[in-house]
């Protein structure tokens, strides 16, 4: 009968990561039906902690925090969890022996989110391993299943991809995290004087993470390679759009691809995928 509550919890996650990203939603559907389910399951959990210090305002988020905290190892330690989306995220865990470490790290960056602050250089990296880098390295146990040596090998690359997309996402939502949640994650960042150069060197970053990352999606197993390539493909082209848009324009308001654009470079990654080019 726990079949029954175990498919009702991978749906939900499903349901989650359809409901919350579009973009990595449709790269997931383009993975090995073998690893699909264990990444559903991964971001519903990683979404369920950023909606508590995003959205929970006026409830007591760093409670909520702490009782989800106590919650998940608990689960994971009994391999069971009432709350659909640690069931399935604690069978993820235990199946690959994701190192706890990388759960710690998740939850530190998610609980940094709820004071109002400024980051400093060495709060920005750490910020961006706990948040990003160590949820890379979560999907990155899936994909190798097991194969230790690869993980090892491709641990840096998958870090750097977190870490661009991160970035992507801190400049794309620039003005809500400022004017919304009182953030402001890149260091010596004045917003109220962001200007181009600024914004210049922030992608400038980013654009190296994403070379580094590049290599390592190459190396990926096949059952893994195109669903995270088809991923990347769309956070460049976010990227694209942002550098074509002022530092002005970008404080305006939240962009995104279009879906006409997104299914024009799925075509396009599909052919890519096809000859051989990835």
């Known amino acids: 009968m726990k079949q029954t509550y175990d498919k009702m919890s ?6 989650i990561t359809n409901t919350y990203s579009t973009s990595f939603s449709l790269g997931v559907k383009f993975l090995h039906p073998a690893l699909r389910n264990d990444i559903y399951s991964i971001y519903g959990f990683v979404r369920l902690a950023d909606e508590i210090v995003d959205s929970f305002e006026g409830y007591d988020q760093k409670a909520l925090m702490a009782g989800l905290e106590k919650d998940l190892f608990w689960a994971l330690d009994n391999h069971i969890s009432i709350n ?3 069931n399935s995220f604690q069978q993820v865990v235990n199946k690959y022996g994701i190192c706890h470490s990388l759960i710690h790290q998740f939850l530190h960056s998610m609980k940094m989110d709820l004071d109002e602050r400024e980051y400093s250089n060495e709060e920005y990296d750490l910020y961006i391993l706990g948040s990003a880098e160590v949820v890379g390295l979560m999907c990155l146990y899936v994909f190798c299943e ?6 090892e090998r491709l641990k840096e690359p998958a870090q750097k991809l977190g870490s661009a997309f991160q970035k992507i996402n801190f400049l794309r939502d620039i003005k809500n995290d400022y004017v919304e949640l ?3 994650y ?3 960042l ?5 200007d181009d150069e600024a914004k210049a060197r922030i992608e400038e970053e980013i654009l190296k993470d994403f070379s580094e990352g590049y290599q390592g999606i190459r190396e990926l197993p096949p059952r893994a390679r195109f669903g995270t390539y088809l991923t990347y493909r769309y956070y460049k ?3 694209n759009k942002i550098k074509r848009t002022s530092a002005l324009g970008l404080l305006g308001g939240r962009m995104r691809i279009p879906n006409r654009r997104k299914y024009l470079i799925l075509g396009v990654s599909v052919v890519r995928h096809r000859l051989g080019l990835i």
């Open 190 to 194: 004045d917003i109220d004087n962001f």
């Open 146 to 151: 097991g194969d230790k040596a690869l993980y």
């Open 84 to 86: 659909p989306v640690l």
């Open 10 to 15: 991978l749906g939900m996650n499903k349901l």
């Open 182 to 184: 009182k953030r402001c």
């Open 237 to 239: 082209a976010l990227l």
């Open 186 to 188: 890149f260091p010596n």
